[in-house]
């Protein structure tokens, strides 16, 4: 199964249009959840991920080799 399919099945919503090509999911306790493939990377493997709140704060944020 591809990263994309497992975002897509954990419930994550692809956004485009309020999260600039991003897959969202807000959980439980209000925070927002954001997967997006790294635009820079000619080999598709780096993804960004942020966690931020429903003010748009981050609290965090990484860039990962699948």
């Keep these: 199964m ?3 399919k497992e975002l897509i ?3 994550y919503v692809f956004d485009d249009e309020n999260y600039d ?6 959980d439980s306790d209000g925070f ?3 997967y997006q493939e790294n635009e820079d990377d000619e080999t598709d493997t780096l993804w ?3 966690k931020m709140t429903e003010d748009f704060d981050v609290i965090t944020e990484t860039t990962f080799t699948l």
Excluded: E
């Design 2 to 4: 591809t990263f994309v």
């Design 9 to 11: 099945q954990s419930g």
């Design 21 to 26: 090509g991003c897959y969202v999911k807000q």
């Design 32 to 34: 927002i959840h954001l």
């Design 48 to 50: 960004n991920y942020v």
